[in-house]
T-cell receptor, first 113, second 111 residues
Framework: ETGVTQSPTHLIKTRGQQVTLRCSSQ?????VSWYQQALGQGPQFIFQ???????GRGNFPPRFSGLQFPNYSSELNVNALELDDSALYLC????????????FGPGTRLTVT | GENVEQHPSTLSVQEGDSAVIKCTYS??????FPWYKQELGKRPQLIID?????GEKKDQRIAVTLNKTAKHFSLHITETQPEDSAVYFC??????????FGAGTQVVVTP
């Protein structure tokens, strides 16, 4: 298993609420990417953070926002939750921005009712 | 942007046979192509990868081939075993690490 951890494991929220998901990168990794994986689909890139700065974003609305801390742990925040936000949220850390290999955490299963 | 297509969506093989999964990509700037294995309820795990300056890479029973001209790459699993049953994802990325994943292939290895 990788050293990437995520919390919580599962979460149930109501439409319109806000949620914060957390990720702790593997030791020595300064880059983290977040992905949304809907049931039966491949992970979809949300954004990437490198040394506390956003380093690229996928096709997700601004209500998806993130943060990376000096210790390189990270948060994904989603405002105004919609039913379609129900998915597995994965973070993946990599050694550096230019390092290709990404190692995934176990994910947070978010259910929006 | 990058678009990755993966085929087949499901693949059933007899134990001991070979399995091949194919992916195509659209962005000629893509230069890194990883393959991930995801078992039910678990995280995707990197099983093999290839960079654009290499045509083939092998690691025990798994191998990946890349054809840059045709923009396609394939995963080959030989001597399949029941523990190879999982969903496999291909991905393509450029140098700043924005991965575009395929839709996945459900591989079922029957004894």
């Amino acid at each position: 298993e990788t050293g990437v951890t995520q919390s919580p494991t599962h979460l149930i929220k109501t439409r319109g609420q806000q949620v914060t998901l957390r990720c702790s990168s593997q030791s020595g990794h300064n880059t983290v990417s977040w992905y949304q994986q809907a049931l039966g689909q491949g992970p979809q890139f949300i954004f990437q953070y490198y040394r506390e700065e956003e380093n690229g974003r996928g096709n997700f609305p601004p209500r998806f926002s993130g943060l990376q801390f000096p210790n390189y742990s990270s948060e994904l925040n989603v405002n105004a939750l919609e039913l379609d936000d129900s998915a597995l949220y994965l973070c993946a850390s990599s050694h550096d921005r230019g390092s290709y290999e990404q190692y995934f955490g176990p994910g947070t299963r978010l259910t929006v009712t | 942007g990058e678009n990755v297509e993966q085929h087949p969506s499901t693949l059933s093989v007899q134990e001991g046979d070979s399995a091949v999964i194919k992916c195509t990509y659209s962005d000629s700037a893509s230069n890194y192509f990883p393959w991930y294995k995801q078992e039910l309820g678990k995280r995707p795990q990197l099983i093999i990868d290839i960079r654009s300056n290499v045509g083939e890479k092998k690691d025990q029973r798994i191998a990946v081939t890349l054809n840059k001209t045709a923009k396609h790459f394939s995963l080959h699993i030989t001597e399949t075993q029941p523990e190879d049953s999982a969903v496999y994802f291909c991905a393509a990325t450029d140098s700043w690490g924005k991965f575009q994943f395929g839709a996945g292939t459900q591989v079922v290895v029957t004894p």
